[in-house]
């Protein structure tokens, strides 16, 4: 799972930065980004199925101008995002989503102690560690930043507001589920505090959800991505709609 990051640590800003940038290529452009802080320069690299090549220079000072607040300015940048390539959308994404915590994204324990600490930590499946941040090597972005949504960013929003709903139902801490493209077998996998697949559990979910993908789209076009970044703690309201559930048996 993800670091619960402070937003001066590196990681936080190479996040903050992946997803700026394909908010101005375009969330429905075929995309990933990856930001890699070197500590004297940036390095932007990846690949879009856009054409409309981006002035980076103009971009960064846009970014450090509206984030000036909250983070050291990047001052240097080298662009090697590869413009109008062939991208194969994903079919499939595994996640992990907490069960028991205000963001699925993160174990209650990260988040109690961010709370309290305003530091950076890490979970390792049984317990919560501080995780100071080395100014010394590069710190790299990470998934979902700088993903578009057909390169697994839709998939796992779509696994959380599976997780919100079934931790009203389901007597667990957490859900580890494989979502898919496809109509006909949207659910590969899916299990809680386990390793074996559930077919029950999965025969609920699919009594209950659409998997109106398009409709999720539209919601994540709407939000402001930064916020997963300068407030870690929340998640977005869409993500916790509440459905009618039958109990879990």
Do not use: W
């Not at 054409?51 to 000072?61: E, F, G, S």
């Not at 079919?91 to 305003?118: A, C, G, M, R, W």
């Not at 839709?154 to 957490?174: A, D, M, P």
């Amino acid at each position: 799972m993800k670091t619960i990051s402070d937003i001066k640590d590196k990681k936080s800003k190479c996040n903050l930065f992946a997803d700026y940038i394909l908010q101005k290529i375009g969330l429905t452009s075929r995309s990933v980004i990856h930001v890699t802080d070197h500590n004297n320069f940036v390095v932007v690299n990846g690949f879009t199925d856009s054409k409309n090549i981006l002035n980076l220079n103009h971009v960064t000072k846009e970014f450090n101008e509206i984030y000036s607040k909250l983070i050291s300015p990047i001052t240097h940048t080298i662009d090697l995002i590869d413009y109008n390539s062939k991208v194969i959308p994903v079919e499939s994404h595994k996640s992990f989503i907490y069960l028991t915590s205000d963001n699925s994204t993160y174990h209650y324990s990260l988040i109690e102690n961010f709370q309290n600490e305003k530091k950076s930590y890490c979970y390792d499946g049984i317990r919560c560690y501080e995780q100071p941040e080395n100014t010394n090597k590069p710190s790299v972005s990470e998934f979902p930043h700088g993903y578009s949504l057909d390169q697994g960013r839709t998939l796992y929003y779509y696994s959380k507001l599976i997780g919100y709903n079934l931790c009203r139902e389901v007597i667990g801490t957490k859900l580890s589920i494989e979502l898919s493209t496809s109509k006909e077998n949207p659910i590969k996998y899916i299990n809680i505090d386990s390793f074996d697949h559930d077919d029950k559990l999965e025969s609920y979910v699919l009594d209950t959800f659409d998997f109106n993908f398009d409709k999720l789209n539209e919601n994540i076009k709407k939000i402001d991505l930064s916020l997963e970044v300068t407030d870690p703690t929340i998640d977005f309201d869409f993500l916790k709609e509440r459905f009618e559930m039958d109990p879990f048996i």
